[in-house]
């Protein structure tokens, strides 16, 4: 779907219509440009300086997805917010939303007659600045830097404002949706329509996530140690199970493709997912099926023990999931590899398994659990949903920015979609800007920021997972990334404000889906 159109953002020939009928007129033509995520003092006397320097202001502001901050985040206030707050001003007459990292294009379209820029670039070195600078000159303009002397720190504001949670991320996940198209009410229609008979295979580790849940005593008279009584224990299909649950849930037909082991657990499992009517390939493993337990006080989990031993799967089994994988491929509309490392995924099993598949699935996607060099196998999928830690930990990179890493991981894996979550900061999606494979790095990728839906989070447990079966899902019902991943964050909000890792269901999903509307301001 094309996105929404702003009256901020111009063509460059419009721009030049504009600057030409002005320079026509005798007036002289003022250009600043910059982010103003937070319009402070220190930006006031820069825009009065540069008001003062000619007769026509135009101020252009960098777009949100040209914006690079080494978390990933920023900006904080979304660039329609960005442009109203300087339109306001009676000193700018015209503001443009610039879909570059710099204001070179700007620049050429406009040829403006003075180019303000802060003082603090008086002796900048840097390339971005070198070039504005270089275009100025050669349209027959000069550079001035502005003599306010006031200095704000827009970051170092917008900390204390994140952390302060004054800036509502519904508000701003509202004009993303906006600008990219999206409106519950469509949303709703088509998930609706296009979700129900949706054949996915997925394929992965099993795991039983087990609650028990607790009254603490007190401190234990023996040690200093949490003395606890068990209440209740639930148990819930987890791992690649859990994500074969949600999908169902939300009306696909769903086969799985793991391993169990040959125990009570195991039955349980098989049982479980059959009641839930997904088709089942259980391969039998030779050790028990792999379990978790968490014990929990009140909401608070006090500990979790993991009784997972990762064993790789042997030559028979690799070759039933094969076999299977080649007999349901040419109906199947989407497949899913996840791991969550008990040994079902390999390398070499996706080695072998992708050329297999990508001539006659549509969409491959896939999520690990932890940093498991797995996902390095995963090259050319349509999407790949790892969490911040998971990205920086299989690159062996904790310095380097988020979009720089995620550029140098879509480069090596020829990715065409890569959702990082982070919890109860949202998610960013990473995507090419051009429709073309053979052309995706060839600039800069964009992102996208977009905010979590549930901000009292009660439990993560799970949200990963249903927002990588939603926003498969939406993929396969031939959405755009951005729809298909506002749907998993709607999937993973509804994940976080229960306890446990139950399915998705429609119902719920549906009104998830609903509330997408209110986030969506009045144009």
């Known amino acids: 779907m094309p996105e929404v159109e702003d009256r901020h953002i111009h063509s460059l020939n419009h721009l030049a219509e504009f600057a030409d009928g002005h320079r026509r007129a005798g007036r002289k033509i003022v250009l600043c440009h910059g982010c103003f995520d937070v319009i402070h003092p220190g930006h006031l006397r820069y825009l009065q300086f540069a008001h003062e320097q000619g007769d026509v202001l135009v101020v252009s502001i960098t777009a949100d997805d040209a914006i690079e901050k080494s978390d990933g985040l920023r900006p904080i206030v979304?660039?329609?917010?960005?442009?109203?707050?300087?339109?306001?001003?009676?000193?700018?007459?015209?503001?443009?939303?610039?879909?570059?990292?710099?204001?070179?294009?700007?620049?050429?379209?406009?040829?403006?007659?003075i180019y303000v820029k802060g003082r603090e670039y008086e002796h900048s070195r840097h390339d971005g600045f070198l070039a504005e600078k270089q275009a100025v000159e050669l349209e027959g303009g000069r550079v001035l830097f502005s003599s306010g002397d006031i200095v704000f720190s827009s970051t170092s504001l917008l900390d204390r404002l994140s952390s302060s949670d004054t800036i509502d991320p519904g508000m701003r996940f509202g004009y993303w949706l906006r600008r990219n198209g999206i409106h519950g009410a469509m949303l709703h229609d088509s998930i609706a329509k296009d979700f129900s008979g949706k054949r996915v295979v997925v394929v992965g580790d099993a795991i039983i996530d087990r609650y028990t849940f607790c009254d603490a005593h007190a401190v234990a008279g023996e040690a200093p140690v949490l003395s606890?009584?068990?209440?209740?224990?639930?148990?819930?299909i987890g791992g690649a199970a859990v994500v074969a649950a949600h999908l169902a849930g939300l009306g696909a037909d769903v086969h799985l493709i793991t391993a169990s082991g040959e125990d009570e657990h195991g039955e349980w499992l098989c049982e479980e997912l059959a009641r839930q009517g997904?088709?089942?390939?259980?391969?039998?493993?030779?050790?028990?099926?792999?379990f978790k337990q968490r014990f929990v006080v009140d909401s608070q989990k006090i500990l979790k023990v993991d009784r997972v031993h990762?064993?790789?799967?042997?030559?028979?089994?690799?070759?039933?999931?094969?076999?299977?994988?080649?007999?349901?491929?040419?109906?199947?509309?989407?497949?899913?590899?996840?791991?969550?490392?008990?040994?079902?995924?390999?390398?070499?099993?996706?080695?072998?398994?992708?050329?297999?598949?990508?001539?006659?699935?549509?969409?491959?996607?896939?999520?690990?659990?932890?940093?498991?060099r797995s996902i390095l196998g995963c090259r050319d999928f349509d999407l790949l949903c790892p969490n911040e830690r998971e990205l920086r930990g299989v690159m062996g990179d904790f310095e380097k920015s988020l979009p720089t890493l995620a550029d140098q991981f879509m480069r090596r894996l020829h990715l065409g979609n890569l959702l990082v979550t982070m919890g109860a900061r949202g998610a960013i999606l990473f995507r090419p800007r051009e429709n073309d494979p053979e052309k995706w790095f060839q600039s800069r990728l964009r992102s996208d920021h977009l905010p979590a839906h549930q901000r009292d989070i009660v439990d993560p447990l799970g949200a990963g997972d249903a927002c990588l079966a939603a926003t498969t899902l939406g993929l396969a019902a031939g959405m755009s990334s951005p729809e298909a991943a506002s749907l998993g964050m709607a999937a993973a909000g509804i994940q976080a404000s229960r306890v446990g890792n139950p399915p998705l269901d429609m119902t719920s999903f549906s009104k998830a889906v609903d509330r997408l509307s209110a986030m969506c301001p009045t144009p």
């Open 78 to 113: 979304p660039q329609e917010l960005r442009a109203e707050g300087l339109e306001a001003l009676k000193i700018v007459d015209r503001v443009v939303i610039a879909s570059w990292p710099t204001a070179e294009p700007v620049i050429h379209a406009m040829k403006p007659d």
């Open 228 to 236: 606890v009584r068990p209440i209740e224990e639930r148990d819930f």
């Open 278 to 290: 997904i088709d089942t390939t259980s391969i039998p493993l030779h050790q028990s099926t792999p």
């Open 310 to 372: 990762a064993r790789p799967l042997d030559s028979f089994g690799e070759a039933r999931v094969l076999d299977t994988l080649r007999s349901l491929r040419k109906d199947t509309d989407a497949v899913i590899f996840t791991d969550f490392g008990c040994g079902v995924i390999t390398l070499n099993l996706l080695d072998q398994a992708i050329p297999l598949l990508r001539e006659h699935v549509p969409i491959l996607t896939g999520d690990v659990s932890g940093d498991r």
